[in-house]
T-cell receptor, first 111, second 113 residues
Framework: AQRVTQPEKLLSVFKGAPVELKCNYS??????LFWYVQYSRQRLQLLLR??SRESIKGFTADLNKGETSFHLKKPFAQEEDSAMYYC?????????????FGKGTHLIIQP | GAGVSQSPSNKVTEKGKDVELRCDPI?????LYWYRQSLGQGLEFLIY????????KSGLPSDRFSAERTGGSVSTLTIQRTQQEDSAVYLC???????????FGQGTRLTVV
């Protein structure tokens, strides 16, 4: 079974400080990994996916298959980054497990 | 429509009553997902449709929960004999294919009193 673990429920950093949101996964095949974000009173939306290898709003995430991790990083946090962040995994086995999400990390950027 | 639409946005029901939640996905999206978001529990996967079929229903919490999708479009999630622990936000998402980006609706906040 596929599983996503986000060890931090809450992460609070000061504006301008680096941010790293941790995500580890368990999957026997080749997964596709995503980060989704939910800003206050808004819909859950895609932030980035590992196959795109792009930086969105200054965030990057590298898939490390050896460590089965997909940590989300940003060098300088901004107040508007405060939100709930969910790591998600989609397996390659035909979609029966759907998109599996972690429990989420609430990121708070303090001024 | 422009996005995934869910109705109602809020539902308060008495314990023991049945409720039906509706999801209207983005036109042309073949994959449709239902999730439950509870405080402190993150996103719990309930069921997934590819077209009209649901390959795996094991994510549904109990036999009081059922879901269907007809015409490859609108889906309904039905909860029978609601219990207080069913209170949560129920989210629907759709994607072009099962491994594509999922677009979420605003959710239905269900409160069982």
């Amino acid at each position: 079974a596929q599983r996503v673990t986000q060890p931090e429920k809450l992460l609070s950093v000061f504006k301008g400080a680096p941010v790293e949101l941790k995500c580890n996964y368990s999957y026997s095949g080749s997964p596709e990994l995503f980060w989704y974000v939910q800003y206050s009173r808004q819909r859950l939306q895609l932030l980035l996916r590992h196959i795109s290898r792009e930086s969105i709003k200054g965030f990057t995430a590298d898939l490390n298959k050896g460590e089965t991790s997909f940590h989300l990083k940003k060098p300088f946090a901004q107040e508007e980054d405060s939100a709930m962040y969910y790591c998600a995994l989609s397996g390659s086995g035909g979609g029966a497990d759907g998109l599996t999400f972690g429990k989420g990390t609430h990121l708070i950027i303090q001024p | 429509g422009a996005g995934v639409s869910q109705s109602p946005s809020n539902k308060v029901t008495e314990k023991g009553k049945d409720v039906e939640l509706r999801c209207d996905p983005i036109s042309g999206h073949t994959a449709l997902y239902w999730y439950r978001q509870s405080l402190g529990q993150g996103l719990e996967f309930l069921i997934y449709f590819q077209g009209n079929s649901a390959p795996d229903k094991s994510g549904l919490p109990s036999d009081r929960f059922s879901a269907e999708r007809t015409g490859g479009s609108v889906s309904t999630l039905t909860i029978q004999r609601t219990q207080q622990e069913d209170s949560a936000v129920y989210l629907c998402a759709s994607s072009l294919a099962w491994q594509g980006e999922a677009f979420f609706g605003q959710g239905t906040r269900l409160t069982v009193v």
